[in-house]
Each structure stands twice: as C-alpha cells, then as structure tokens.
C-alpha cells in the first residue's frame, strides 16, 4: 500500500480543547484559491508525533492523509494550508510541509 501521507505543522486556535491521543479524524476546509469557486470540506486523519504533542507547543507536528481515495490529493502541497474545523468553527491552521521535514526528527 502506498503510503500518501503529508508532513504538516498544526498552530490551534487556543482555548479550543486540544485532542487527546496520538491520532485525530477530522473534517478540513480548504480556502478558496482562485482556482476553485467555493471552499471544500473533506475528512482527514492526522497522527501525531508524541515528541511535539504540548498544550504548550505553539505547533504540533505530524502526518496528514485523505480518509477518502478521491481526495484532492494535489492541494496537500508543500506550503499549502487548509483548516481543521469543529462544527462550523475553524479550530486549527495546518500548512503542509516540505517531505520528510518532520519524520526525520521524530521518528
């Protein structure tokens, strides 16, 4: 199985509760970008690097991937961002990063 996941740095739009296990489902917002007329919602799973994960931390640091085969795998491009959203609030700004920036460190 191929391995599609992508390096990302989470900030948190604190006091927003934190999650509690390594691992995080969630629904994700992409902004609108010229490209595309509207913004789009997709599902996504982000596992945690246990080193960085601090209420402290300013950023957690992990890998992200589509719950879904059909996701638009080309908008998780480095430096590319999108929003972790709770309901219809955004609880999160993710950027993706360059390949392997973050595994190297805390694996």
């Known amino acids: 199985m191929i391995d599609n996941s992508v390096d990302v740095a989470v900030s948190w739009n ?4 934190l999650p509690t296990s ?5 629904v994700i917002k992409f902004p609108c970008d010229g490209e595309r ?8 799973l982000i596992k945690f690097f ?3 994960q601090s209420a ?16 638009p795998w080309e908008r998780l491009s480095p430096n590319s961002n999108f929003q972790i959203i709770e309901g219809w609030k ?15 460190r805390h694996n």
């Open 37 to 44: 007329e509207s913004e789009e919602y997709w599902s996504i």
């Open 56 to 71: 402290d931390a300013p950023e957690w640091f992990g890998t992200a991937t589509f719950l879904s085969p059909d996701g």
């Open 14 to 17: 604190k006091p927003e509760p």
């Open 22 to 26: 390594g691992e995080y489902s969630t």
């Open 90 to 104: 955004t609880v999160a700004n993710v950027r993706v990063l360059p390949s392997g920036n973050n595994r190297d």
């Open 50 to 52: 246990p080193l960085v």
